[in-house]
């Protein structure tokens, strides 16, 4: 089947954070991490058939939903997963949260990898605990771990999680079976335990393949939790639904008491009709959608040669966030995004908010959307970098 990823939806008007944040109509978003694209057909017509019910009450999350989880990680990542390791909520911010909270207490460390995702640090403060970062190596054109940094931050005997990002966001890393392994080993040898959230999954590029963190070896089983949901693969983020993944029943318990202590235990319909509908019908959509933003990504990087060759571009493995290097302006991150967003009428993310000193030199580019928006809003950067 063809699906049209070429197609301009009007977004304006429908209380888009993307769209309707920006005072000024004539902005293209490329910030949020959120598609410009319609979702998969299949989960159209399913809502459509439950909107058709007319009544919305509180919901009931069925069996088939768990079927519908483990059928999809089993087949599309050899990964087994047991019925009683799974637990919804609303979101995997969310989850974040309660694993946090049910994994340490006030005054603990948490380790994260930066720059990354900047709602970790809003979930580790919110929860008492301190932010203990750990810079990753620049390559010449992506990021490694540096192992030794990380062991002496395990080491640390305040130090109980580490908060991995698997696809890594911003910098598009997509992690190795042996860089996973040798994490955890650091990991289990100073008693630290690994939350891997994992809501980029599907968001991979041609020659990578993603590796759950649990699905290495039963070391890394027993020593994470995994959270997941479909929202950033197939655009249904409002939908709210996520997935915690935990073989170990007593830190399922806390996980439970941490997602009633923060009212995060009943997620809407929708949600769970357009889980099952992504995992039982849309691998198709989504093979397409992959290639599709893979030729975005070819297309900015011709253009960044061409038209901006002194900004250098991260290599994308995963995601669809593009990390570009901005150092060669002369203009920090937080300067350049604001005369892009004032003068370009282009909207993207400064780099200062992943907190890595680097990060104040780089800008992150959402590139899930029409090819056409897409290079309008490059050119709009073009003609404010020149």
Known sequence: MKYNFDKLTERRGTNSMKWDEAADRDV?????????????????????????????????????????????????????INRDWIQYTSGVVSAISCCIKAMTTPGDNVLVLTPVYNCFFSSIRNNGCNILECALKPTEDSYEIDFNAVERCCKDEKTRI?????????AGRVWTKAE?????????????????????????????????????????LNNSITLNSPSKSFN?????????????????K???????????????PFGV???????????????????????????????????????????????YL???????????ADEL????????????????????????NHLRINIACPRSRMMEGLKRMATVVK
């Open 322 to 332: 593009v990390w570009a290097d901005i150092s060669a302006t002369g203009l920090t």
């Open 254 to 268: 806390r996980i439970d008491r941490a997602i009633n202590d923060n009212e995060v235990c009943d997620v809407n």
């Open 180 to 220: 996973l392994a040798r994490l955890n080993d650091i990991c289990i040898n100073n008693n630290v335990r690994v939350i891997s959230d994992e809501i980029h999954c599907e968001l991979v590029m041609p020659g990578h393949k993603f590796i759950p963190f649990a699905s290495v070896s039963d070391d890394c």
């Open 337 to 360: 995004s604001e005369r892009l967003l004032y003068e370009g009428k282009v909207w993207m993310t400064s780099g200062s908010v992943y907190h890595d000193p680097l990060s104040q």
């Open 273 to 319: 009709i357009a889980l099952q509908a992504a995992y039982n019908e849309g691998e198709a959509w989504l093979k397409a959608l992959n290639a599709y933003l893979y030729d975005n990504y070819i297309a900015l990087k011709e253009f960044f040669s061409l038209e901006m060759p002194q900004i250098k571009i991260t290599r994308l493995e995963g995601t």
């Open 236 to 252: 249904t983020a409002g939908l709210q639904i996520a997935n915690i993944i935990c073989n170990n029943a007593e830190w399922q």
């Open 28 to 80: 293209i978003p490329m910030w949020v991490a959120d598609m410009d694209f319609e979702t998969a057909p299949c989960i159209t017509e399913a809502l459509h058939k439950r909107i058709d019910h007319a009544i919305f009450g509180y919901t009931f999350v069925p069996e088939s939903y768990y079927e519908a989880v483990i059928s999809w990680f089993g087949r599309r990542h050899g990964w087994a």
């Open 162 to 170: 580490l908060l991995l990002c698997n696809p890594h966001n911003p």
